[in-house]
């Protein structure tokens, strides 16, 4: 039976983060939820990808070392969402400036060749990911002021989930729609 590669390993742990948070605090203490974290950063970062990529994972790895190192532990762990929705709100943001866009490079590589149409119904859709991760890590930012874990763990562990895969659905929806309507 072959192992799962380190990629879905990571992908794993982004998606379980909050429920191994509040578990770790609620067991442990901050700085248990906040090294492992960390660590996950830097090693994302080190597997490689674009150097955008690269240089987010690691300075986020770094930045959590340093919070974990100035037991702002608790602090780190409130606004790491908030931290990763700013992250993909800049890159996916940064590729409306400088195409082609996140969602037209995705769609290049599921579908091959686009047409003028579908490279303008790309940025559109890059567009609704920027508002949804504007909302979703301004909400975040709220829970995390906040300051209470239970808040923090039910929207950042459950209902952002269920709002990106809202959006998903609905985007499926649509592209479905658009591919029928030309």
Known sequence: MRRPPLRVWLQLA????PLYVWWAISRWHPAAALLPVALLAIIQALRGGSPAQRGFYLLSGLLLLVAFLLDLAEEALFYYPVWVNSG???????SLLYPPTVIE??????EGELD??????????????????LGNGSLAAVTAWLGNWD??????????????????????????????AR
């Open 88 to 94: 993909l709100l800049l890159l996916f943001g940064y």
């Open 151 to 180: 808040l923090w763990l039910l929207y950042n562990g459950l209902v952002s989930y269920l709002l990106m895969g809202l959006l998903m659905l609905i985007e499926w929806i649509v592209r479905r729609y658009v591919r029928t």
């Open 116 to 133: 003028a149409k579908a490279i303008a119904y790309t940025r559109n859709v890059t567009i609704a990911w920027c508002l949804f991760f």
């Open 14 to 17: 982004a998606v379980l983060y």
């Open 105 to 110: 490079r995705l769609a290049r590589m599921m």
